[in-house]
């Protein structure tokens, strides 16, 4: 049975999972679905965010054609038919990362560090126009693109802002990958937490003010 899905549903899967199957356009035997393992970062829509090299067969798939799709599944998940699970289908295109972005990028795949050194990785976003997220049998629904454009953003800046503020007040063996106004992911133990909030936080002083206390009681 479909259901309604609603941004804040699938948000806790794409922050708490590190990668995912990316299905592209293949140059090499048009008509034909390529896919590929890649790693991945939500950005401040939650949109999936890749750093890719040029050399890549699914890069050349891009710069062809964007369309593409996206699969991500739930890390915890024992069995793949009864976890949850996301599709995008959208288009992938390059994206000039400011900053803050490759900063956000880093903290969540520190290991891409050394791929951005090499000087031919660059970085490629998901804009979604359908997904469909299915969380087990009669969970199932069909999201649109504009349920990720009318979502509650904190705008990388201030991100940035809070990160610098609460780094240094983390607790022993917490570190803080990234925050936003429904919810915050820490790494305890070297296993990726995401904590959502009970309600969306709409300014970006209630998220300062909530993380702080949500911090020190971990």
Request: hydrophobic share 40%.
């Amino acid at each position: 049975m479909s259901v309604k899905i609603y941004l804040d549903t699938v948000i806790p899967l794409l922050h708490k999972t590190t990668f995912g199957v990316l299905a592209t356009q293949s140059t090499q035997l048009a008509g034909y679905p390529f896919a590929s393992i890649l790693p991945f970062v939500p950005d401040e829509r939650h949109r999936p965010v890749f750093l890719i090299s040029a050399l890549g067969e699914h890069t050349k798939n891009l710069l062809a054609d964007h369309r593409a799709s996206f699969l991500v599944s739930s890390p915890d998940g024992k069995n793949a038919l009864t976890g949850s699970r996301l599709t995008f289908v959208g288009d992938v295109t390059p994206v000039d990362a400011s900053p803050n972005l490759v900063a956000r990028y880093l903290r969540y795949q520190p290991d891409a560090k050394q791929y951005l050194e090499l000087g031919d990785f660059a970085f490629f976003r998901l804009t979604p126009r359908r997904a469909r997220y299915v969380a087990g049998f009669g969970e199932m629904g069909w999201m649109e693109e504009r349920d990720w454009e009318n979502g509650v953003v904190l705008p990388l800046a201030d991100e940035a802002k809070f990160y610098r503020e609460l780094v240094d007040v983390l607790p022993m063996g917490i570190r803080l990958l990234g925050l936003d106004c429904y919810g915050v992911d820490i790494e305890r133990q070297g296993k990726r937490e995401r904590q959502q909030f009970p309600n969306v936080l709409v300014t970006a002083e209630n998220v300062g003010e909530v993380i702080k206390r949500f911090l020190v009681a971990l």
